[in-house]
């Protein structure tokens, strides 16, 4: 079977830096994606690493290592609405077809 | 871009009725969707794969004569949860991706489906 393992819940303060790893086990893997989701919303896209090393996009960076099967997204000067849950997945061929983790919940304190 | 949005956004019915949700990519032409079922505070689980003019792929442990889904274009998808009972109760949201180089899926709203 399939099995993304991630914390289910982080808390940090506003301005500080979390990281939210990821493990994974697939039969399959193309690259990694990381997703956030508000209560009641629907997922949206935050990176994707297909290749090892380190991906930066605003304040939020994501880091690949195949040879470990592990990942994590590093967010960085925390705000309120960065209070969200966070999901890795697995993209596990070439149809985008993706499995996703358990979720972190990130609860950002003032 | 690359919108999508579902139809409806909530609905309540009883138990023994049928209920199709529709996923529609409004400003590209998306060559897969993706269906999937979330309960509260858990996981995306991912319930079928749908190719426009073909049959969905569904994952293990899915009933395929429950959830039926149709892909008539590659702008449209449906999915019908039949005789709906209460444990069908759950937020579905549907995904799709589009032609070209993109390394995301686009994510609908989502439906929120009770069944009384």
């Known amino acids: 079977g399939q099995s993304l393992e991630q914390p289910s819940e982080v808390t940090a303060v506003e301005g500080a830096i979390v990281q939210i790893n990821c493990t994974y086990q697939?039969?399959?893997?193309?690259?990694l994606s990381w997703y956030q989701q508000h209560d009641g919303g629907a997922p949206t896209f935050l990176s994707y690493n297909a290749l090892d090393g380190l991906e930066e996009t605003g304040r939020f960076s994501s880091f690949l290592s195949r040879s470990d099967s592990y990942g994590y997204l590093l967010l960085q000067e925390l705000q309120m609405k960065d209070s969200a849950s966070y999901f890795c997945?697995?993209?596990?061929?070439?149809?985008?077809?993706?499995?996703f983790g358990s979720g972190t919940r990130l609860l950002v304190r003032p | 871009g690359a919108v999508v949005s579902q139809h409806p956004s909530r609905v309540i019915c009883k138990s023994g009725t049928s209920v199709k949700i529709e996923c529609r990519s409004l400003d590209f032409q998306a060559t897969t969707m993706f269906w999937y079922r979330q309960f509260p505070k858990q996981s995306l689980m991912l319930m079928a794969t749908?190719?426009?003019?073909?049959?969905?792929?569904?994952e293990q442990g899915v009933e395929k004569d429950k959830f039926l889904i149709n892909h008539a274009s590659l702008t449209l998808s449906t999915l019908t949860v039949t005789s709906a009972h209460p444990e069908d109760s759950s937020f579905y949201i549907c995904?799709?991706?589009?032609?070209?180089?993109?390394?995301?899926?686009?994510f609908g709203p989502g439906t929120r489906l009770t069944v009384l």
């Open positions: 997945a697995v993209r596990m061929d070439s149809s985008y077809k993706l499995i």
């Open positions: 697939t039969s399959g893997f193309y690259g």
């Open positions: 749908s190719n426009e003019g073909s049959k969905a792929t569904y």
């Open positions: 995904s799709a991706s589009a032609r070209g180089d993109y390394n995301e899926q686009f």
